[in-house]
C-alpha cells in the first residue's frame, strides 16, 4: 500500500460526523445544513436536454483533449468573460470538476526526485484537496494564513525566502473559500515576481467566479496575467468548473487553461490517467458555457438569500457580505471563547442547524489555527431556509447572552 495515503487528514465533512455523535438535535426544528457547500438551485432545463441529446456519443471513446467544439466552448467565454486569448488547440484542457483536476495537476508538476524536498504553498483556511494532492504528490506543504484585517488576503509576505526557493507550485483561491475574498491585481503581480524568480507554477483555483456581489465582477488569473502583458501565461494555469456556475455539481465538467507547456504535459498525465470526459457530458458543458441568462439568473438568487441573511447575522456575529462565493465566514460571538466546535455542536442540538467550524477548513501555523473562531455557511439552500437558518441563529446567540 502506498504509505503516503497515511499522511492523509480527516475530510472536515468526517470531523464534523465525528464532532456530532451522539448529539440528538431538537426534534421541534426541522433539520437545516448550511455544512456542505454543495449548489441546491434547479439544473438549467436546457442543460439537461443538451445532455440527453449527446447520450447518442455514448458509443464512441472521448478523447483526452476534447473535440475542437468544446475547447472553444472554453476558449469563448475566457474571451466573452475576462477579454482573454487563448489557443483552444494548445492553452485549454476539458477536466472532470476542478477537484479531479487540481489532484491531477499537482500529480503533473511535482517533481520530488531532487535533492530537496519539494514545497507546495496553500492558502490557509483552504480546499482539502490541496492538501492531499500535495501529501500524495511526495511534497511538503507549506500554509500561509490569511489576514482578516487585510479582506483576508494571504500574507504571502510571511513565506522565507527559503520555503520560495524550494517551492514548486502555489495554489491560488480566488474567490476563496471559505472566506469569499478576491485577490487584486497587486496580489497577483507580486505572485508574478515570486514565479518568474523562482520557477514555482501557480494553480488558479477560480470555481467561485460567477457567484458575486459586488459591481465588477472578479479578476481572474489569465485576466490578471493579461493586464500584467503576460499574455504566454508562463507557469499559470487556470482551473474552474460548472458545478456552481451553472448548478451541475453532478456533471463534474470544468476545463483548465493557461500555460501550453504546463497543458502538453498534463495532456499526457490525462491520457493514462483516464480522465476523458464522455460526448454526453461535453455536449451539456457545450450549452452551458454558451449561456449566460441562466447565470445571471442563479447570481440574482444568491444575491436574495445573502441581502436577507446577512444584515440579521450581522446583528449577533462578526460577519459581513463577501467579495464573491456563497459562503458567510462567520466570527462567533466571544462568549464562546474562539471555540467555534462548541458552537457548532451546540447550535446542532438546540436549534438543528449544521455548520462548519472554521477550524476544520485550516491547519495550525505558528500555533494559531486562522481558522478558529469562525464557522462557514454555505447560503445554497432557497432563501426561506436560509432565513429561517439565521433566525434560529439569532435565537441561539440571543439566548446564550442572556442565560
Same mark, same amino acid.
Given at each position: 500500500?502506498?504509505? +503516503?495515503?497515511?499522511?492523509?487528514?480527516?475530510?472536515?465533512?468526517?470531523?464534523?460526523?465525528?464532532?456530532?455523535?451522539?448529539?440528538?438535535?431538537?426534534?421541534?426544528?426541522?433539520?437545516?445544513?448550511?455544512?456542505?457547500?454543495?449548489?441546491?438551485?434547479?439544473?438549467?432545463?436546457?442543460?439537461?436536454?443538451?445532455?440527453?441529446?449527446?447520450?447518442?456519443?455514448?458509443?464512441?471513446?472521448?478523447?483526452?483533449?476534447?473535440?475542437?467544439?468544446?475547447?472553444?466552448?472554453?476558449?469563448?467565454?475566457?474571451?466573452?468573460?475576462?477579454?482573454?486569448?487563448?489557443?483552444?488547440?494548445?492553452?485549454? +484542457?476539458?477536466?472532470?470538476?476542478?477537484?479531479?483536476?487540481?489532484? %491531477?495537476?499537482?500529480?503533473?508538476?511535482?517533481?520530488?526526485?531532487?535533492?530537496?524536498?519539494?514545497?507546495?504553498?496553500?492558502?490557509?483556511?483552504?480546499? !482539502?484537496?490541496?492538501?492531499?494532492?500535495?501529501?500524495?504528490?511526495?511534497?511538503?506543504?507549506?500554509?500561509?494564513?490569511?489576514?482578516?484585517?487585510?479582506?483576508? %488576503?494571504?500574507?504571502?509576505?510571511?513565506?522565507?525566502?527559503?520555503?520560495?526557493?524550494?517551492?514548486? +507550485?502555489?495554489?491560488? =483561491?480566488?474567490?476563496?473559500?471559505?472566506?469569499?475574498?478576491?485577490?487584486?491585481?497587486?496580489?497577483?503581480?507580486?505572485?508574478? %515576481?515570486?514565479?518568474?524568480?523562482?520557477?514555482?507554477?501557480? %494553480?488558479?483555483?477560480? =470555481?467561485?467566479?460567477?457567484?458575486?456581489?459586488?459591481?465588477? #465582477?472578479?479578476?481572474?488569473?489569465?485576466?490578471?496575467?493579461? !493586464?500584467?502583458?503576460?499574455?504566454?501565461?508562463?507557469?499559470?494555469?487556470? +482551473?474552474?468548473?460548472?458545478?456552481?456556475?451553472?448548478?451541475? #455539481?453532478?456533471?463534474?465538467?470544468?476545463?483548465?487553461?493557461?500555460?501550453?507547456?504546463?497543458?502538453?504535459?498534463?495532456?499526457?498525465?490525462?491520457?493514462?490517467?483516464?480522465?476523458?470526459?464522455?460526448?454526453?457530458?461535453?455536449?451539456?458543458?457545450?450549452?452551458?458555457?454558451?449561456?449566460?441568462?441562466?447565470?445571471?439568473?442563479?447570481?440574482?438568487?444568491?444575491?436574495?438569500?445573502?441581502?436577507?441573511?446577512?444584515?440579521?447575522?450581522?446583528?449577533?456575529?462578526?460577519?459581513?457580505?463577501?467579495?464573491?462565493?456563497?459562503?458567510?465566514?462567520?466570527?462567533?460571538?466571544?462568549?464562546?471563547?474562539?471555540?467555534?466546535?462548541?458552537?457548532?455542536?451546540?447550535?446542532?442540538?438546540?436549534?438543528?442547524?449544521?455548520?462548519?467550524?472554521?477550524?476544520?477548513?485550516?491547519?495550525?501555523?505558528?500555533?494559531?489555527?486562522?481558522?478558529?473562531?469562525?464557522?462557514?455557511?454555505?447560503?445554497?439552500?432557497?432563501?426561506?431556509?436560509?432565513?429561517?437558518?439565521?433566525?434560529?441563529?439569532?435565537?441561539?446567540? !440571543?439566548?446564550?447572552?442572556?442565560?
Amino acid at each position: 500500500m502506498n504509505p +503516503l495515503l497515511a499522511k492523509l487528514q480527516p475530510y472536515p465533512f468526517e470531523r464534523l460526523r465525528k464532532l456530532f455523535a451522539g448529539v440528538t438535535p431538537n426534534a421541534d426544528f426541522t433539520p437545516i445544513s448550511l455544512g456542505i457547500g454543495e449548489p441546491k438551485h434547479p439544473t438549467p432545463p436546457f442543460i439537461r436536454q443538451a445532455l440527453t441529446d449527446g447520450l447518442d456519443g455514448l458509443a464512441a471513446y472521448p478523447a483526452t483533449a476534447g473535440d475542437t467544439r468544446l475547447r472553444e466552448a472554453f476558449t469563448g467565454w475566457l474571451q466573452r468573460r475576462y477579454g482573454v486569448a487563448v489557443d483552444a488547440a494548445t492553452q485549454v +484542457l476539458p477536466v472532470n470538476g476542478s477537484r479531479e483536476a487540481l489532484f %491531477a495537476l499537482t500529480q503533473t508538476v511535482v517533481d520530488p526526485s531532487g535533492p530537496v524536498a519539494p514545497v507546495v504553498i496553500s492558502p490557509d483556511p483552504f480546499y !482539502q484537496i490541496y492538501e492531499g494532492a500535495t501529501l500524495l504528490a511526495g511534497a511538503e506543504i507549506v500554509y500561509v494564513p490569511s489576514v482578516p484585517e487585510r479582506n483576508f %488576503a494571504v500574507d504571502w509576505d510571511s513565506v522565507p525566502e527559503a520555503v520560495w526557493a524550494r517551492t514548486q +507550485l502555489i495554489f491560488v =483561491c480566488s474567490p476563496g473559500n471559505p472566506t469569499g475574498a478576491v485577490m487584486p491585481l497587486e496580489e497577483w503581480r507580486k505572485l508574478f %515576481a515570486l514565479s518568474d524568480r523562482y520557477g514555482f507554477v501557480i %494553480a488558479s483555483d477560480e =470555481c467561485y467566479s460567477e457567484i458575486y456581489f459586488r459591481d465588477e #465582477p472578479p479578476l481572474g488569473g489569465l485576466e490578471a496575467a493579461t !493586464q500584467l502583458g503576460r499574455t504566454d501565461f508562463k507557469n499559470l494555469v487556470m +482551473l474552474t468548473s460548472l458545478s456552481k456556475r451553472s448548478n451541475v #455539481p453532478g456533471l463534474r465538467s470544468g476545463f483548465v487553461a493557461g500555460d501550453a507547456a504546463i497543458i502538453k504535459a498534463f495532456l499526457l498525465y490525462r491520457t493514462y490517467h483516464g480522465s476523458a470526459m464522455g460526448g454526453a457530458v461535453a455536449a451539456a458543458s457545450i450549452a452551458a458555457w454558451g449561456d449566460e441568462a441562466h447565470v445571471v439568473e442563479n447570481r440574482a438568487m444568491y444575491h436574495a438569500k445573502f441581502a436577507a441573511v446577512t444584515p440579521m447575522l450581522e446583528a449577533v456575529m462578526d460577519v459581513r457580505l463577501p467579495d464573491a462565493a456563497f459562503y458567510l465566514w462567520a466570527g462567533v460571538p466571544a462568549a464562546w471563547n474562539g471555540d467555534d466546535q462548541a458552537f457548532a455542536r451546540a447550535l446542532y442540538a438546540q436549534y438543528n442547524v449544521t455548520v462548519l467550524p472554521g477550524s476544520f477548513l485550516a491547519r495550525e501555523v505558528g500555533g494559531e489555527n486562522p481558522g478558529r473562531g469562525r464557522v462557514r455557511m454555505a447560503l445554497v439552500a432557497g432563501t426561506d431556509e436560509c432565513t429561517e437558518a439565521a433566525r434560529r441563529i439569532v435565537d441561539f446567540i !440571543q439566548n446564550r447572552a442572556l442565560s
